[in-house]
C-alpha cells in the first residue's frame, strides 16, 4: 500500500462526505487513467454499509437479481462449493443463499479487498441466520484460494473497475474453479454508445467475454443478464464450464505460495512460506499485503 495515500486518508474521507469521486481523485494523485487495486480498495472501504443500506431501504431489485443467481446455480446443479469473489457487505450471497435454501450447500466462502465491507457483511448474515459461511479480505488477482478448489465462482459487477486487467483476473478465477465460473459483469458488446463511453470513463472491463473466447475457456453462456441495476451500466452474464472432478479440499492457503494455512491463535500461517496472516475482529486477513514474516510462529 502507497504510505502517501495512506498518510492523507483523513483528506480522502472529507472528500467522500462530501460525495466526491475518490477513485478519481486518486488516479489524479498518480496521473493515471486505469484504477489501481490501492485506489478501489480505499474507495469501498469508505462506502462500507452504504450497500446494506440501499438495500433495506428497496430489496426488490436485489432479491430479484439474487433469486436469478439462486436458480442458476441449482439447474448447473451437482455442486458442494461455492464462492462470491467480491463479496462486498454480503448483500447479493446472503440472498443468493437465503433463495438456495443454503442447506444445499456444505461450503461458502466470500472475500472482498475491504476489511470494513466484510465486517458488515458478517452482520448482514448473521441477520438473516446464515451461518458457516467463511469470510475473509482477498485480492482477485492473487486470491488465497488452491486451484480447482471450488465447484462454483462467481463475481457480481467486481471485477468491474479493474479496466485492462481482464485477462489476469480470468486467469486467476478460473485457476480456483472447479466446475463452474459465472461472471455477472458490466456487458461493453450488449451496451449503447453513452453507456459504453460511461464505462471507458469510469476504467471498467470491456474485453471481458472477447478475452475468455481468446483464452480458449468453453464459454456455455453469454448475454444480457435480465436484471440490471443501471441502464448505463449493463450487466451481463457469461458462464464458463471446466467440468474438473477432483475431490474437495480444504480451498483456503497461503496467497502469495498457495501452501496450506492453518488457523492458529489470532492469525493463519503456513509452515512453508513461513508467513502468518492476521485475523481482526475473527475476519481473517489474506491478502499479500497482509502477510507477516513470522519464522518462529511455531515456537
Known amino acids: 500500500m502507497d504510505k502517501d495515500k495512506l498518510i492523507i486518508l483523513h483528506r480522502i474521507k472529507e472528500l467522500y462526505l462530501q460525495h466526491e469521486n475518490v477513485i478519481k481523485h486518486l488516479k489524479k494523485l498518480d496521473n493515471r487513467t486505469n484504477n489501481s487495486i490501492e485506489d478501489i480498495l480505499i474507495s469501498y472501504d469508505f462506502q462500507a454499509g452504504t450497500y446494506i443500506e440501499s438495500y433495506k431501504k428497496d430489496p426488490s431489485l436485489n432479491d430479484r ?41 456444505k461450503w461458502v466462502y466470500g472475500f472482498d479487498l475491504s476489511w470494513s465491507r466484510i465486517k458488515y457483511g458478517k452482520n448482514f448474515l448473521q441477520e438473516f441466520d446464515i451461518e458457516n459461511v467463511k469470510l475473509f479480505t482477498g485480492d482477485l488477482f492473487c486470491t488465497p484460494i488452491k486451484d480447482n478448489s471450488i465447484d462454483i465462482v462467481y463475481t457480481c459487477h467486481s471485477i468491474e473497475p479493474n479496466g485492462g486487467k481482464e485477462e489476469d483476473a480470468l486467469k486467476e478465477l478460473y485457476r480456483i474453479t472447479r466446475k463452474y465460473l459465472i461472471l455477472l459483469e458490466p456487458s461493453y458488446e450488449f451496451a449503447n454508445e453513452s453507456a459504453r463511453k460511461r464505462m471507458l470513463e469510469h476504467g ?23 436484471v440490471s441495476v443501471n441502464p448505463l451500466n449493463p450487466t451481463g452474464i457469461i458462464i464458463i464450464s471446466k467440468n474438473n472432478n477432483l475431490e474437495d479440499i480444504n480451498p483456503l492457503c497461503c496467497p502469495i505460495t498457495k501452501s496450506d494455512i492453518y488457523k492458529k491463535n489470532n492469525a493463519y500461517f503456513s509452515p512453508e512460506s513461513l508467513l502468518a496472516y492476521p485475523i481482526i475482529d475473527e475476519i481473517p486477513c489474506l491478502m499479500p499485503q497482509n502477510a507477516i514474516i513470522a519464522t518462529k510462529f511455531l515456537e
Open 65 to 105: 437479481k439474487s433469486k436469478k443467481i439462486a436458480n442458476l446455480i441449482c439447474e448447473l446443479g451437482g455442486c458442494n462449493s461455492l464462492l462470491e469473489v467480491g463479496v462486498g457487505e454480503g448483500t447479493t450471497l446472503g440472498n443468493v443463499l437465503r433463495f438456495l435454501e443454503k442447506k444445499t450447500l
Open 204 to 226: 471498467y472491463v470491456t474485453k471481458l467475454y472477447l478475452t475468455a473466447k481468446n483464452l480458449g475457456y468453453n464459454i456455455i453462456e453469454h448475454k444480457l443478464f435480465e
